[in-house]
């Protein structure tokens, strides 16, 4: 299979080691890697030339910007993006290349303890259940590192995000334009050297993912905006009613601003609610329509 393991690095000499060795070990050419540095300062790149593996500088700065770079330079039909701190086993990379989907994501069902911090993973669960709203899809892991797409599924893919928000940015695209994004289980281990992923980068990808509903999604998020104008409105219908009935005081004017603000946000509500549906649809009559495209060319 015409295929490429694509490892953004930054300073990680010592779980790149390992990860290559481990690559090797399973039937992964050299040929078939490459390393897209960050500008490291420890000899990570070092480390893949010594094993005859190609390393080449990112542009820009950030795990997105290295993953675009990668797919700039990368000729494979599928690409795999991995991180190389030795947290996703090696085993998973023939898992990922034996499913007929455009994008197929490494859901981390085996989590070695200490691993992934219970605050992490809440914030994944909720994360992912945000993305299944919008896009439609039944993912578990959108968040997760390892992954393989074709490379005509992305090919006019944006690279808006910034840093981690890469991978939601890419089963979003994959999802909105009629791909098909499943999931196989894997293992994740504790990484090898200085944890770099904090609470600012979760905060970056609940960010980075909220953007992406007025970019893949503007009706929703249109109508889901303003649905919140029900907030106030309620708080005011609040404030009225308490007047009214303990004090005995009438605010007809902000009675009707209230009523306004509620009924509105209600509507915009129930426009939002049929917007994800219209979506859903969207994106089946899109995937039909490939299906049949792919019939015509194979018949």
């Given amino acids: 299979m015409d295929y490429l393991v694509i490892l953004p690095t930054l ?4 779980g790149l080691a390992k990860t290559l060795d481990e690559l090797f070990s399973v039937g992964v050419p050299p040929d078939k890697i490459l390393v897209v540095d960050g500008g490291s300062t420890d000899g990570t790149c070092d480390v893949a030339r010594e094993r005859g593996v190609r390393c080449i500088m990112q542009e820009g700065r950030g795990k ?7 797919f700039k330079y990368a000729d494979a ?8 701190d030795f947290t996703y086993p090696a085993q998973h990379v023939r898992d990922l290349l034996a499913q007929d989907c ?14 992934q911090r219970l605050l992490y993973r809440f914030g994944n669960w909720v994360l992912t259940k945000w ?40 089963a979003a695209h994959v999802a909105s334009t009629g791909g098909t994004i499943c999931e196989v289980p894997i293992r994740y281990r504790r990484r090898v050297g200085r944890k770099k992923l904090g609470l600012r980068h979760g905060l970056h990808i609940a960010w980075d993912m909220a953007a992406l509903a007025p970019r893949y999604n503007p009706a929703f998020f249109l109508s889901f905006a303003a649905a919140l104008l029900a907030l106030p409105g309620l708080g005011i219908a609040a404030w009225v009613a308490y007047k009214w009935v303990f004090l ?35 994106i089946r009559i899109l995937r039909a329509l490939r299906r049949q495209s792919a019939g015509a060319k194979t018949s």
């Fill in 102 to 115: 455009d994008e197929v994501i490494g859901a981390r069902v085996e989590v070695e303890p200490g691993a």
């Fill in 248 to 282: 005995g005081v009438k605010h007809y004017v902000w009675g009707i601003i209230a009523f306004a603000l509620v009924a509105g946000g209600v509507s915009a509500g129930a426009v939002a609610v049929l917007t994800l549906y219209l979506k859903r649809m969207e």
């Fill in 11 to 14: 300073n990680e000499r010592e």
């Fill in 77 to 84: 039909n599928v690409l795999i993006v991995m991180d190389a």
């Fill in 64 to 70: 997105a910007a290295a993953v675009k770079t990668a």
């Fill in 131 to 170: 993305f299944n709203l919008i896009f439609g899809t039944d993912l578990t892991d959108v968040l997760s590192g390892m992954y393989a797409v074709r490379r005509e599924a992305v090919a006019d893919m944006e690279f808006a995000s910034r840093g981690f928000g890469i991978e939601s940015e890419i």
